[in-house]
């Protein structure tokens, strides 16, 4: 009879941490799984956080339009230079700037009705999307972070 209180091993020369070694492997594996679905959700995600979201915003007159606010205004396109178009309305007029997309001043026409939606910054509005009187819409992307403050932003 034994001494001491070790159990006997069941198996003769079996190594006793043999079950305990495949269940960390198959574990490890599992994690690792885990984190490749992870990871790969994260990408998704990732990629669908690039398309921007368009809330929808109720057309304001443009000159009820504050600094750093998102807005939507409505009006006629005034006149065209490249990226950029003056849109006008009963109350006043703004600049808005379409990005690179915009650079060949094919985005509107002159003397169109649309309605951009973006955010107003310094004096013109950042054009997020652009809604023709046809129903279709122009999606720019999200605005750029806003300017810093200062004499340079």
Known sequence: MPSDNKPADPV???????????????????????????????????????????????????????????????GQVAEIYGNKFILADDSGRTLVETGPRGDRGTMVDKSETVTVQGRFERGFVHAMAIQHGDGHTVILGPPGPPPPPGPLG
């Open 12 to 74: 003769p020369g079996a190594r006793p941490s043999g079950g305990i070694h495949r269940r960390r492997r198959v574990a490890l594996a599992a994690a690792l799984v885990g984190a490749a679905a992870i990871g790969a959700g994260a990408t998704a995600v990732a990629q669908h956080g690039r398309r921007p979201v368009l809330v929808a915003l109720t057309p304001a007159p443009v000159a009820a339009m504050r600094d750093g606010d998102a807005v939507a205004v409505k």
